[in-house]
């Protein structure tokens, strides 16, 4: 198969309407943070069993369509010596691997940060297309303040996701391009609509300057909402600014937007998406690949037990399924219930 063919068939397997992507993909140090919350310690043994757990629950692959793994996954096994990554095949899930390696201060830019991991790229991506990743993510991490980002942090970072994302592309890897501007702070809604649409013209213009084509990959944006320390905005009102800026920024020939929760409820997550997918029909699919608005429930029904293995993938499909809906604009707050 050609390079372009692999991706195409990547990309027809992900996007397909009802489907969404779990972000299980946590480094090292954020599942250890994830772990402490339920009284559990990261061993490897507990992220083992945990993530096979997630990977297994029958029914998954009705409403997600790929997963995002940490390294250490990739190469992990189930109880029956079956390698992980083909556990989420098995279930008609495509495997994906988080390639970033972190992120750090930007020298020159006081208070915006830059993300590690372009050397070896592509050696590194060969590895892991034999393990069974078929898509990778990178993400870029935008904080707001009064000064942030600045100019500098702007295109410095919009550079390294369509550096990672050509590379990618050039070994029939998908990328999965995830700017994150952070929830963190005080300020208004209008003021995380304007740094969104910001940081998207960057990372596109970037993406088209180095040739990355814009129908094989994935875009991974922050909603737009106020920040954590603001007033809450009510469902409606997020998606009518999310929309304005996407529609703005982002091509119509991008196949699907994958939404982050970066720091929503699992609730507020599912209700968000819903209101985005009931305005009216947009270009580009719209879809999610939450990390903890998918987790959380599931982490608390385990608590690091095994014998409640069955309790943490109920809770898992039942929020992949909510969100399934939700894509189709049919979730409502009463299903919680259920
Ligand atoms: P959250 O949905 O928890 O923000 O995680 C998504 C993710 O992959 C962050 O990189």
Redesign the pocket.
């Known amino acids: 198969m050609s390079v372009h063919d692999e991706l195409q068939k990547t990309i027809a397997d992900m996007v397909d309407g009802g489907r969404g992507i779990l972000?299980a993909?946590e480094s090292s140090g954020t599942i250890a943070k994830r772990f402490a919350a339920i009284g559990v310690e990261s061993t490897e043994e507990n992220r083992r069993f945990y993530r096979a757990s997630l990977l297994s629950a029958e029914g998954l692959g009705d409403y997600i369509s790929g997963v995002?793994l940490f390294e250490e996954t990739l190469g992990q096994v189930d109880d029956r010596g079956v390698p992980l990554p083909d556990v989420a095949a098995a279930q008609n899930i495509v495997p994906g691997i988080k390639v970033d390696k972190g992120k750090g201060a930007l020298p020159g830019a006081p208070g915006d940060l830059i993300t590690y991991g372009l050397d070896g790229l592509a050696e590194r991506l060969a590895g892991y297309k034999e393990q069974g990743a078929r898509f990778a993510?990178w993400?870029e991490v935008y904080p707001i303040s009064p000064g942030n980002p600045t100019r500098l942090g702007l295109t410095a970072n919009a550079e390294m996701l369509a550096r990672y994302a050509a590379v990618c592309q050039s070994v029939g890897v998908v990328p999965i391009v995830?700017p994150?501007v952070l929830m963190d702070g005080n300020h208004d809604i209008e003021r995380d609509a304007e740094v969104n649409e910001w940081v998207w013209h960057e990372v596109f213009h970037a993406l088209y300057r180095h040739g990355v084509v814009l129908e094989l990959m994935i875009l991974k944006p922050s909603m737009v909402t106020p920040g954590k320390e603001s007033t809450r905005a009510v469902p409606e009102q997020v998606a009518e600014y999310t929309m304005r800026s996407l529609r703005r920024a982002v091509p119509a020939a991008v196949p699907s937007i994958n939404f982050?929760?970066?720091?929503q409820g699992p609730e507020e997550a599912t209700a968000n998406l819903n209101a985005l997918n009931q305005l009216w029909q947009a270009p580009w699919q719209l879809s999610f690949?939450?990390?903890?608005?998918l987790q959380e429930p599931a982490l608390k029904a385990w608590a690091g037990r095994s014998e409640n293995g069955p309790a943490l993938q109920r809770a898992l499909l039942k929020r992949a399924r909510l969100n399934h809906l939700a894509m189709r604009g049919e979730y409502r707050e009463s299903l919680e219930l259920e």
């Open positions: 972000a993909d995002i993510k993400r995830e994150e982050l929760s970066g720091g690949s939450y990390g903890r608005a």
